[in-house]
């Protein structure tokens, strides 16, 4: 950061995912920021991937979600969130951001052997819209999905719709209810209300919580013995700090589309 900073690189960010060990250290990431001329974007800590294995030790208690739904309106406006805290807004007023789940409508994750899902965080066949090497591209699954057209449209808020905060907060995020059991049309496992943590007391001790897909950027299977061939590509890169794969190469997406 200082490096980057010296050379005047211009304002990277730095990118935080708030759990129960680190709420208390936002003023201190903010000034971490402020000091290398950065931008602060914290993200919310979801029950999938590694996540789903850590989230009782990990997510921020009610009394955190507090903390942080202050913090953020104190200091919000200056920090990038994405959707990651909508959820929160039934404390009061909305935050600065995306206050509603962006997942097929804004965002969207491409994995390595081209599925696309519907969130970086709902990793799972249920959330599968299609696959980038299939006819038409990426485009026909963003504008054809039946799985994205399905979002987009009006959403069943269950029994959240009666609460007076389903306006602010739409019940949440899907990925955090899904990989905790918790139906889409059910409350956000973190709802500040409560609700959340009394549909997840109501689960049987023998339910099947889904898991998340495995990662397609790693083997399933054992490789073979022997030696792994290697083929260089001799094709110089358009300038030499290149390190973009796809440097040079028409690549446009969608306005809004983001790959990461």
Known sequence: MENLYEAGFGQFKISVVVTRHNVD????????????GAQLRITRFRPSGRGADSWDELHPTREQQRQLYDWLVARGEDVLTGDSFFHL??????????????AGRVVCLIDPVGDVYACPFAIHEQFLAGNV??????KTVWQESELFAELRGPQSGGACTKCSHYDAC??????AKFFTGLPLDGPDPECVLG???????????DAVVPKPSLDHSHRTTPRESGP???????????????????????????AGIRVG
Not at 25 to 36: G, N, S, T, V, W
Not at 170 to 175: D, E, F, S
Not at 236 to 252: K, N
């Open 170 to 175: 739409q019940g949440g995020c899907m990925a």
């Open 25 to 36: 250290q936002l003023d201190d990431f903010k000034a971490i920021a402020d000091r290398y």
């Open 195 to 205: 609700n959340g943590e009394r549909e997840l007391a109501k689960l049987e001790m």
């Open 133 to 138: 090497r299939s006819e038409g591209g990426f």
């Open 89 to 102: 807004s039934a404390f009061g007023e909305e935050l600065p951001g995306l206050n509603l789940c962006g």
């Open 228 to 254: 792994v061939p290697l083929t260089l590509s001799v094709r110089r890169p358009d300038r030499a700090c290149d390190s973009d794969p796809l440097a040079g190469e028409s690549t446009r997406l969608p």
